[in-house]
């Protein structure tokens, strides 16, 4: 069973940086797709291909990047904080019919 543990949420000030990570459990495959998303899982925040192909959410363009660590750990660094970037991020996990969530991590960053 494919299981998705999240870490580096917490606070920060207003132009700070914090760092996600999410590492994948469970499966001897490779993802298809991989990444983050915020507000209850509807806004896109970054994604990550098995290429390395990246898409960013217009509000976190130039200021977020998300990377492959590793063979099984993805992560966000987020820059130029924002009050705005508060919210729990969600790690996700697709391959073929495969659609995983972990279980989110808060992000709160204060003016």
């Known amino acids: 069973q494919v299981q998705l543990v999240e870490s580096g949420g917490g606070l920060a000030q207003a132009g700070g940086s914090l760092r996600l990570s999410c590492e994948v459990s469970g499966t001897p495959f490779d993802f298809n797709v991989m990444g983050w998303y915020r507000h209850t899982r509807r806004e896109l925040v970054a994604t990550i291909t098995t290429g390395g192909t990246t898409k960013y959410g217009d509000s976190v363009k130039g200021r977020f990047t998300i990377s492959r660590d590793s063979v099984k750990t993805v992560s966000l660094e987020m820059n130029n904080l924002k009050p705005e970037d508060t919210a729990v991020y969600y790690c996700?996990?697709?391959?073929?019919?495969?659609?995983?969530w972990g279980q989110g991590t808060q992000v709160t960053v204060s003016s």
């Open positions: 996700n996990f697709r391959r073929d019919l495969a659609d995983i």
